[in-house]
C-alpha cells in the first residue's frame, strides 16, 4: 500500500519509528516531513499528506502531532479527506469501517511506539463496511459541498 507520512517537530520521533515499521512491512511509504524535532507549524505537513491522499496518490495518510489534534483539524479542510484523531487500536477500526476514514492522525507525545503499530495495523488492515455508512459519507460530501 501506498502511504504518506508526515509529522511536526512533536511527532518526528514516532513518525520515524513508523517509517521503519511500514517499510519492513512492505509498504511504499512517501515521508513529507518534518526532518527533525526543530519547531515547525503542523498544518503544512497536514495539508501535503492530505492533498497528496485526496488526489489518489497514495491509499491512506498517517500524521503525528503532540496530541493529534491539530494535524486532524487542518488535514480536514483538504477536500475529500477524512481524518481521524485515535487513541486506540478500535477506534481506527471503526474509523475505517464506519466513516471511510482516509487519514489517521496520532499524538505523538502520548502514544506508544507498540500502541501506534497496533493503531496504524488496525487502520491499514480494516475496509470501509459501506451499506448503512454509505449514506453518511454522503452526507459529509455534501456538507463539503455547500462550502464551496
Do not use: W
Not at 502511504?3 to 519492513?24: C, F, I
Not at 512517501?30 to 485526496?54: I, L, M
Request: glycine share 10%; hydrophobic share 40%.
Amino acid at each position: 500500500m501506498r502511504l504518506y507520512l508526515g509529522a511536526d517537530h512533536a511527532g518526528y520521533q514516532l513518525k520515524e519509528t513508523l517509517k521503519a515499521y511500514l517499510l519492513d512491512e512492505g509498504h511504499d511509504v512517501v515521508d513529507v516531513g518534518a526532518v527533525s524535532e526543530d519547531s515547525v507549524d503542523y498544518p503544512h505537513f497536514a495539508a501535503r499528506v492530505g492533498r497528496a491522499v485526496a488526489r489518489g496518490d497514495g491509499e491512506r495518510g498517517i500524521l503525528v502531532c503532540g496530541t493529534g489534534v491539530g494535524m486532524a483539524i487542518s488535514a480536514n479542510k483538504v477536500r475529500g479527506v477524512r481524518a481521524a484523531n485515535v487513541t486506540t487500536a478500535e477506534f481506527a477500526r471503526l474509523a475505517r469501517a464506519h466513516n471511510n476514514a482516509n487519514v489517521v492522525t496520532l499524538a505523538g507525545r502520548y502514544t506508544s511506539a507498540d500502541d501506534a503499530k497496533e493503531i496504524v495495523d488496525a487502520f491499514l488492515g480494516t475496509e470501509f463496511e459501506g451499506a448503512r455508512h454509505s449514506r453518511r459519507i454522503d452526507a459529509i460530501q455534501q456538507l463539503e459541498d455547500e462550502e464551496r
